[in-house]
């Protein structure tokens, strides 16, 4: 079952309607500046990568998911035992 869902999109067109659906299955949303921003505007909660990270948007917002928080919970293969206990090792979700 998907537990969250990391959206950042520069084409905003639908992401609202997108991300309203997602919430009401439960779905935690992660977002970059600018879609993060459209998101809560429009009511939906909505986690900052920054906050995820513990790092800021770097070179004019070009740089905001490249890190092992993000890249590390994409990555992984759920069904290997030894990546999960990495990833709680990690303090990754």
Avoid: C
């Avoid at 993060?36 to 505007?41: F, V, Y």
């Amino acid at each position: 079952m998907i537990k969250r869902a990391l959206i950042s999109v520069s084409d905003k067109t639908g992401i609202v309607k997108f991300a309203k659906e997602l919430e009401k299955l439960g779905i935690e949303i992660i977002s970059t500046g600018g879609t993060a921003k459209t998101l809560s505007d429009n009511g939906i909660n909505v986690t900052k990568v920054s906050d995820v990270t513990d790092f800021p948007e770097i070179l004019d917002g070009r740089v905001k998911t490249l890190n092992p928080k993000i890249h590390g919970g994409i990555l992984a293969v759920r069904e290997n035992k030894e990546h999960i206990e990495e990833l709680k090792q990690h303090n990754i979700e």
